[in-house]
């Protein structure tokens, strides 16, 4: 029997999760390669021979995106899959037109085929766009449920830029954990705020293993979902974040439609920080394309540690990276909380931008004066160092999660921003999840 050849098109996740799950062991298809996009670095490897399996025995190789039209004539492909997020709908279709137009079938695998099961419970939070505010929820959740004398871990969206055999299961409880894996700036964004409050965080490339070892740690699991992706784990209690600050957006971007029509619990996100006509806007939109849906407010309360030291200075601000870049915000909270402190100037960074940086900024032209967090490799991270050296600022406001002064030498004081999530309406999220917990037993 020939088998189906098949492109997947990723960004090193999901792509990989859906190759782990549904083709690895079938003997009908045979992946003739990995696309990538979005993550600079990941095209020219291949996806190694210990992950792909028996029949892969050279691995599988991962290309630029562009190349899919030769690909697919040159590999004789019958089907390209999907399989990144936070894409536009008109984007996603862009491609599926590419793909036709070389010859090949497009295909979207979705969450009966690709999500995974475990025996303890799973509350999973994602969002309709990146920057939402996923990870605030996950760690107040979390704070929430160990509360309860409840042991809990989070599962968190993959993320693996390094080597990926090495980076098959991986398992965070200290600092220490994130310096011997050469975790990434973007890594570290995701996984210190909550390591720091005691929370041992679980990711890495097979989500077979990686659940099964968190599963067998934990009492119940956290899914702290990565872009607007679906979760990789059956959920018991979906909660899906819509942005207050982008009305308009809960229903434009792939896949982040998809978990607010599956969602439980819809929290429009950041209400505090929107006109009041917006966040009745996002909670109409919702309420139209999920009635079943509980929908409720939160706020994301943002911080400065010194505000004093802002005050009156001209002030570089550093913004958390996918969040402005796949996520489309043209800054974060680390340029509104840099403003409300008093900042005499907001100084632009591409006035001293590194080239490493340069070329974000020109792959990214909707940004504002901020520089984002990129650290995918050595040489961004240079440069990131060396645009904020070479800056006309008297102070940085890092508003990224990751502490960027265990990570690089800023060369200006360096103040950072927290932001967590509080709730707006009683009862209120904690209320659903303590009612989650009683059905399950736990409470």
Same mark, same amino acid.
């Given at each position: 029997?020939? @088998? ?18 549904? +083709? @690895?062991d079938?003997?009908g ?15 020219? @490897? ?11 025995p ?25 399989a ?5 709908h ?14 090949a ?24 766009? !990146? ?12 704070a ?5 004398g ?6 968190r969206?993959?993320?693996? +830029?390094?080597?990926l055999a ?17 975790c ?5 964004e995701? +996984?210190?705020?909550?390591i ?14 990686v ?35 982008r009305?308009?957006?809960?229903a434009?971007?792939?896949?982040g ?10 929290? =429009?996100?950041k ?18 394309l999920?009635p ?9 309360? =943002? ?9 009156g ?5 550093v913004e958390?990276?996918? !969040? ?8 974060g909270?680390? +340029? ?20 490493e940086?340069?070329?974000v ?20 991270r ?8 070479r800056s ?7 508003a990224?999660?990751?502490d ?24 209120g ?15």
């Amino acid at each position: 029997m020939r @088998r189906t050849r098949v492109v997947i098109m990723g960004a090193a996740g999901r792509d990989f999760h859906n190759f782990n799950v549904v +083709y @690895r062991d079938d003997p009908g298809s045979e992946v003739v390669a990995f696309t990538a996009a979005q993550i600079p670095g990941i095209a020219g @490897r291949r996806y190694p021979p210990e992950l792909a399996g028996p029949l892969y025995p050279d691995g599988i190789p991962i290309v630029e995106e562009a190349e899919l039209p030769r690909l697919v004539r040159e590999t004789g492909a019958n089907r390209v899959v999907f399989a990144y997020s936070d894409v536009s709908h008109l984007d996603v279709m862009h491609r599926a037109s590419v793909a036709l137009a070389a010859g090949a079938d497009f295909a979207l695998l979705g969450p009966e085929r690709t999500m995974l099961r475990v025996a303890v419970p799973v509350i999973a939070v994602c969002a309709t766009r !990146t920057g939402c505010g996923k990870s605030q929820v996950t760690r107040w959740l979390a704070a929430r449920l160990r509360a309860r004398g409840l042991r809990v871990g989070v599962v968190r969206h993959p993320m693996p +830029y390094g080597d990926l055999a090495r980076q098959a299961v991986q398992r965070f409880a200290r600092f220490e954990d994130l310096d011997a894996a050469a975790c990434t700036i973007e890594e570290r964004e995701e +996984y210190e705020p909550h390591i720091a409050r005691g929370t041992t965080v679980y990711a890495g490339v097979d989500y077979a293993r990686v659940l099964a070892l968190a599963a067998g740690e934990q009492d119940l699991l956290l899914w702290d979902g990565g872009n607007n992706d679906f979760p990789f784990v059956r959920p018991d209690l979906l909660v899906t974040l819509a942005d207050a600050l982008r009305p308009g957006q809960e229903a434009t971007h792939h896949p982040g439609e998809t978990v607010l029509r599956m969602a439980d619990i819809v929290v =429009v996100a950041k209400a505090n920080a929107a006109p009041e006509a917006d966040v009745r806007r996002v909670a109409e939109a919702v309420r139209t394309l999920n009635p079943r849906a509980a929908v409720l407010r939160g706020a994301s309360v =943002v911080r400065l540690d010194d505000p004093a030291a802002v005050r009156g200075r001209r002030v570089l601000v550093v913004e958390d990276g996918p !969040t402005l870049t796949h996520g489309g915000m043209p800054h974060g909270a680390g +340029y509104a909380a840099a403003r409300a402190a008093g900042a005499a100037e907001i100084v632009d960074p591409r006035a001293s931008a590194a080239p490493e940086i340069a070329a974000v900024f020109a792959a990214w032209p909707h940004l504002g004066p901020v520089l984002p967090a990129m650290g995918y490799d050595a040489a961004q991270r240079r440069g990131l160092e060396e645009t904020i050296a070479r800056s006309a600022a008297e102070v940085v406001v890092s508003a990224t999660p990751a502490d960027l002064a265990r990570l690089l030498r800023p060369a200006r004081p360096l103040v950072r921003v927290r932001y967590e999530f509080e709730e707006m309406d009683e009862p209120g999220l904690g209320a659903a999840v303590d009612a989650f917990l009683a059905r399950k037993g736990l409470g």
